[in-house]
């Protein structure tokens, strides 16, 4: 049971590059979340999905889209990096229906742009 | 805007002393209050959460308190390990936010001195 898998671990692009980060989750979760986590701000979410085939906008959704073909897949896509997202990212899930259920998180990918 | 507000951003403790982290929140509509335990390299793991219909949960040497009228709580943790040196997240969610997400504080890097 391996929870929450983020790839990539690391990765450093140019400004202008694409990339897809990937999170699988085998919990059978129906909720997923894309946060970032920069110094002295917390996690700020992105995107999330309360179902498979569902997406919708976080607290900064801007330069990111994401998509949940499969209930136990959720992709953060970068269309064109700028360094203003350098940070590192963090997928969650959470079990369904609960406002009270935990988030179990991966352990992130570290993403600088150059 | 930040909803949840953490202090302080950092916290150097001995060891068998009381750590204190305190958050402090605004909208009334929050019902349930987890608190995120993060090690190096590692994605946040659920600690403890807290309702607002008791003042108080205790698990292990980990205490959250909670002040509705005042919409402050915070975390003790007594007796603090080296082991405990982490980086601590409150948060804040409720029934009504759309898809369970969660609000997260700042954070708090804990050092407990051997």
Known sequence: NAGVT?????????????MTLLCAQDMNHEYMYWYRQD?????????????????????????????????????????SAAPSQTSVYFCASSYTGGWNQPQHFGDGTRLSIL | QQQVKQSPQSL?????????????YENTAFDYFPWYQQFPGKGPALLIAIRPDVS???????????????KQFSLHIMDSQPGDSATYFCAATGKETSGSRLTFGEGTQLTVNP
């Open chain 2, 56 to 70: 108080e949960k205790k698990e292990g040497r980990f205490t959250i308190s909670f002040n509705k009228s005042a």
């Open chain 1, 39 to 79: 110094p002295g701000m917390g996690l700020r979410l992105i995107h999330y999905s309360v179902g498979e085939g569902t997406t919708a906008k976080g607290e900064v959704p801007d330069g990111y889209n994401v998509s949940r073909l499969k209930k136990q897949n959720f992709l953060l896509g970068l269309e």
């Open chain 2, 12 to 24: 150097i403790v001995q060891k068998g002393g009381i750590s204190i982290i305190n958050c402090a």
């Open chain 1, 6 to 18: 983020q790839t990539p671990k690391f990765r450093v692009l140019k400004t202008g590059q694409s």
